[in-house]
């Protein structure tokens, strides 16, 4: 285990659904991170929060939204997705934007 | 922004060889360059990292090299073992607007290990 859990693992939704993955770290950290993990493309970065703080959002569709509540807390609510955004989620954190991150198990999410 | 190749995709060596996976990367100001490796099921695992005041870095088996100049830095392993089978990921972090903050990874590779 890494320290970074992420709930649900696995995720089913229609296109008109609205859900949300959750990411909890139990390390301390202060940097969080959302990436997507698609077949055959390297993991893509979306997402980074420093302090609850978002610095950087990769060119994300309106449709994922994060949400930061608290160091040890990392949402994203998804909303209208499409087919193609069918991939692992995964989460990360970090002590701060310069060290190591540290990998959630990820979620597999579906859209029908 | 930073881009990363890597390659092979595929790799399959023999139980007891020594495997080598090489990336490139293109931001000349890139610092850090972790490699991780992925179980199936499973998130990414940091296996080694090297900043980019040092040219090589050594963990038991694993080590990692890295070439500022030619802006490429490869993973080796030793007397891999079954275990070892794993898809592994390069990255290296940018430092684009005012410090980019995440991981570019490479597509990574799937390390087969024959018995």
């Known amino acids: 285990e890494t320290g970074v859990t992420q709930t649900p693992r696995h995720l089913v939704m229609g296109m008109t659904n609205k859900k949300s993955l959750k990411c909890e770290q139990h390390l301390g950290h202060n940097a969080m991170y959302w990436y997507k993990q698609s077949a055959k493309k390297p993991l893509e970065l979306m997402f980074v929060y420093n302090f609850k703080e978002q610095t950087e959002n990769n060119s994300v569709p309106s449709r994922f939204s994060p949400e930061c509540p608290n160091s040890s807390h990392l949402f994203l609510h998804l909303h209208t997705l499409q087919p193609e955004d069918s991939a692992l989620y995964l989460c990360?954190?970090?002590?701060?934007?310069?060290?190591?991150?540290?990998f959630g198990p990820g979620t597999r999410l579906t859209v029908l | 922004g930073e881009n990363v190749e890597q390659h092979p995709s595929t790799l399959s060596v023999q139980e007891g060889d020594s495997a080598v996976i090489k990336c490139t990367y293109s931001?000349?100001?890139?610092?850090?360059f972790p490699w991780y490796k992925q179980e199936l099921g499973k998130g990414p695992q940091l296996i080694i990292d090297?900043?980019?005041?040092?040219g090589e870095k050594k963990d038991q088996r694993i080590a990692v090299t890295l070439n500022k100049t030619a802006k490429h830095f490869s993973l080796h392993i030793t007397e891999t073992q079954p275990e070892d089978s794993a898809v592994y990921f390069c990255a290296a972090k940018g430092s684009g607007r005012g410090g980019a903050d995440g991981l570019t990874f490479g597509k990574g590779t799937h390390l087969i290990i024959q018995p």
């Open positions: 931001d000349s100001a890139s610092n850090y």
């Open positions: 990360a954190s970090s002590q701060d934007l310069v060290n190591e991150q540290f």
């Open positions: 090297i900043r980019s005041n040092v």
